[in-house]
């Protein structure tokens, strides 16, 4: 008689599991790490004064409401800390909203080249995953009202997004948010929110401000460059955040992170010295590739989206090897339907700089 092992729930095994930008190349070679959207400027200096102070008091039970973080994120940005939910990585808290408002029979809305993580937390809690197409990489909203259904009960909406590193205004977020039905929850994820500098953008704040039915995520990750301490933040009705927290880790924020998020929240110089050399280098970084013949997506985030040739020797993928074998390391997207681009990230004078000499030596150009 055959023995029953236990079993995952419905949707688990269908999830293609989430792989990374890479970060390591054989021993001997120092990569020049492009893959992941860090900021190459690091931390605030003092989010890392902050951590050291922090790491004396490890063996201490952190803050379980993180409340001296959510004043410090409250302060910034003049929100309401109470409404206010933070977590490890914005990640965390996109898993934590799936969680708590996707079921059987549900269905949640993502764009084509959206987030590979919606897809996996839609699975994960036994919902199905709704894609709307893109047009010319960029969102469109009246894809995404098109299937609206009776189970719809999530859209999540990267705004910018990645991998495109494309965006839609405030008011196109706006209307999209009054055209959706008052039961389904709007999930503005502005990890990239930061960079951005457009006139008609706005993260989300305002519409959570005014709305009963939209929460917006943040992260550390980027601009704040702590991605190894995850942490994000995420701005929600009151009703939500009440939510999130009875449903949440009651410890779920580290005593570094916490203390290293306060301090770089605060930090509007350093801030503005990442955005300021983003606004620099992310046009020169574009504009040197589609010299060497490359289209660009057009970006507003920290970093492009470069297609290749479909077939013939200079596809994405050869021009991923060869820019590993010259020690640098950018980010494939066949997984987000995009087997013909590369990701990569803005970096130093000296990484943007080395992969624009790279890619044209690859095409047959200078430096070959």
Not at 24 to 30: D, I, T
Not at 103 to 116: K, M, N, Q
Not at 269 to 278: F, I, P, R, V, Y
Not at 328 to 351: F, N, Q, S
Request: aromatic share 6%; charged share 20%.
């Amino acid at each position: 008689m055959a023995t029953a092992l236990p079993q995952p729930k419905a949707g688990i095994l269908d999830i293609d599991p989430y792989v990374p930008g890479e970060s390591k190349l054989p021993a001997g070679l120092k990569p020049i790490k492009l893959s992941s959207n860090e900021t190459p400027l690091g931390p605030s200096p003092k989010a890392l004064d902050a951590v050291r102070e922090a790491i004396g008091e490890l063996e201490r039970y952190p803050d379980g409401s993180a409340s001296a973080l959510r004043a410090a994120i409250a302060a910034r940005y003049g929100l309401n800390p109470s409404r206010i939910v933070c977590g490890a990585g914005s990640d965390e808290l996109l898993t934590m909203l799936a969680h708590a408002y996707l079921g059987p029979g549900d269905e949640a809305i993502f764009t084509e080249h959206g987030f590979l993580l919606y897809r996996i937390i839609v699975l994960a809690n036994g919902a199905t995953p709704v894609v709307a197409p893109e047009t010319n990489y960029q969102t469109d909203t009246a894809e995404i009202l098109k299937r609206v259904t009776p189970r719809t009960k999530m859209v999540f909406l990267a705004n910018p997004n990645n991998p495109t590193g494309t965006y839609i205004s405030f008011d196109e977020v706006r209307s999209l948010r009054a055209q959706l039905p008052s039961n389904v929850l709007l999930v503005l994820d502005a990890a990239y929110a930061e960079y951005v500098r457009r006139n008609d953008y706005e993260a989300g704040i305002e519409l959570v401000a005014t709305t009963p039915n939209t929460v917006m995520t943040r992260t550390f990750s980027k601009i704040h460059g702590l991605a190894g301490l995850r942490l994000g933040w995420a701005y929600c009705p009151e009703e939500v955040a009440d939510v999130l927290n009875r449903s949440r880790g009651p410890f779920n924020i580290s005593v570094p992170a916490m203390a290293a998020g306060a301090a770089s929240i605060a930090d509007k110089t350093h801030e503005e010295a990442s955005a300021l050399h983003n606004e620099r280098w992310l046009p020169w970084l574009s504009g040197e590739l589609e010299k060497l013949g490359l289209t660009v997506t057009p970006s507003v985030a920290n970093f492009i989206l470069v297609h290749f040739a479909k077939d013939g020797g200079k596809t994405a993928n050869a021009a991923d090897a060869f820019l590993k074998e010259r020690a640098i390391i950018v980010r494939k997207v066949g997984a987000y339907g995009l087997p013909d681009c590369l990701r990569i990230t803005v970096g130093t004078e000296a990484d943007n700089r080395a992969v624009v000499d790279a890619l044209s030596a690859f095409l047959g150009g200078r430096g070959a």
